[in-house]
């Protein structure tokens, strides 16, 4: 059964740091695409990050660019967002997500609040 377990949220206050974990299971994970995705409160859920099967290619969202760095362990199968100088807007609930699976995990919330 696919499964991602997504960690590493909690209160940060603004221009703080967090370094999110996703473990993902039953799937190849190396043959998989991965993404992260936010959704705010009262706001559809976006798409944060993309990193390729090999983690040589990230691309972000633009208001993500030289805040965040998206990278992934195959031999873990995990995948990772460092996220820098956090703002309130970036208040939300993350997930990870294969690229082509239609399966989500539960997310892991940051509230970004002094």
């Known amino acids: 059964q696919v499964q991602f377990v997504e960690s590493g949220g909690g209160l940060v206050q603004p221009g703080g740091s967090l370094r999110l974990s996703c473990a993902a299971s039953?799937?190849?994970?190396?043959?998989?695409?991965m993404r992260w995705y936010r959704q705010g409160p009262g706001k559809e859920r976006e798409l944060v990050a993309t990193i390729a099967v090999a983690g040589g290619f990230t691309n972000y969202a633009d208001s993500e660019k030289g805040r965040f760095t998206f990278s992934r362990d195959n031999a873990k199968t995990t995948v990772y967002l460092q996220m820098n100088s956090l703002t309130p807007e970036d208040t939300a609930v993350y997930y990870c997500k294969a690229m082509t699976l239609t399966y989500w995990g539960q997310g892991t919330q940051v509230p970004v609040s002094s």
């Open positions: 039953g799937f190849t994970f190396s043959k998989y695409a």
